[in-house]
């Protein structure tokens, strides 16, 4: 019976503090946007099509969209209309990783 409540406790224990670890490194800022990152406008539309600088373009199969502010992936589905932002194209000239810049900064 011992044995049981140490284990639970134990358990309990180690989910808090792997709870408040997670939060800790969630509210950390993010790396700083790459030097290699250049300026453009992101175009997303609701149909899923994405414009980059007034043109047709497409994500790289392994993409991520992140707030500037938060460093935190946005899903593409949610953004709808222009925003300026930093970006990087893989070798195909699809976007590879964005930061999506607030108009407030």
Not at 14 to 28: N, R, Y
Not at 36 to 49: I, M, N, P, R, V
Not at 82 to 104: E, F, S
């Amino acid at each position: 019976m011992k044995r049981t409540i140490r284990a639970v406790c134990a358990g309990l224990a180690l989910a808090g503090a792997a709870t408040l670890g997670a939060q800790a490194f969630a509210q950390q800022p993010g790396q700083p946007i790459p030097a290699e990152a250049k300026k453009a406008t992101l175009a997303f539309s609701s149909d899923g099509q994405v414009g980059l600088n007034g043109k047709l373009s497409s994500l790289a199969v392994a993409a991520q969209i992140r707030d500037a502010n938060t460093n935190l992936i946005v899903l593409p589905q949610a953004l709808r209309g222009n925003y300026q932002a930093r970006v990087i194209l893989d070798n195909n000239g699809a976007i590879y990783r964005a930061w999506v810049i607030p108009d407030n900064k």
